[in-house]
């Protein structure tokens, strides 16, 4: 209950946060899914939707919905393996991307759940994600996911992946061989085995 102590204090400061103007606009504080003492990986979404807001749990709408479908096809339990946070804690209105100064105030909440969390890998769940951590901003989702990389952050170093965005997906029905939906099965299997199996990282990581 090590972590999960830890994490409902850090709860407790997020709940309080008027930081940005999202604190102010927000239903509910969205802070994590997962359980933080049997999940391995930690997958960062981009911020929450509606249903988020409503909710206060990250990836319970439409695009969630598909996320859990891709995951129970590649065998991870989002329940067991997965520690769910996104880019910031609050919903920002109509459901445009987080600005800059919103994603860089939250943060230090975010790096601290990773550094409580201390996973044996990252997923960087779309562009949002991936981009609040990767050196170049103008990062192709498309070019880089599927391929481990090492990311650093508050000084330690972790294996990461991108994967598609669900809602992306929402909008990309084709299952044919090279197809986003196809590449995020292929990308989970890999996660799945490569994280979760009896042998992790053993193969040599791709730089990217
Ligand atoms: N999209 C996200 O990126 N995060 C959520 O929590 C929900 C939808």
Redesign the pocket.
Known sequence: MIKKGCLDILQQKCENCHDCILGSTRKNL?FSDGNPETAKIVLI?????ET?DETGK??V?R??KLLNEFLSEAGISRENDLYII?TVKCRPPENRVPTDVEKSLCERYLTAQIDIMNPKAIVF??ATALKSFWHDKKVQISKVRGNWFDVTINEKTYKAMAIF?P?YLLRNHSMEEGSPRRLMQNDLKEIKSTVLGTNPFSKDLVVV
């Open positions: 969205v979404g981009e911020a929450p939707g988020e990250p990836f709408g695009a969630g996104n769940c779309g965005h809602s």
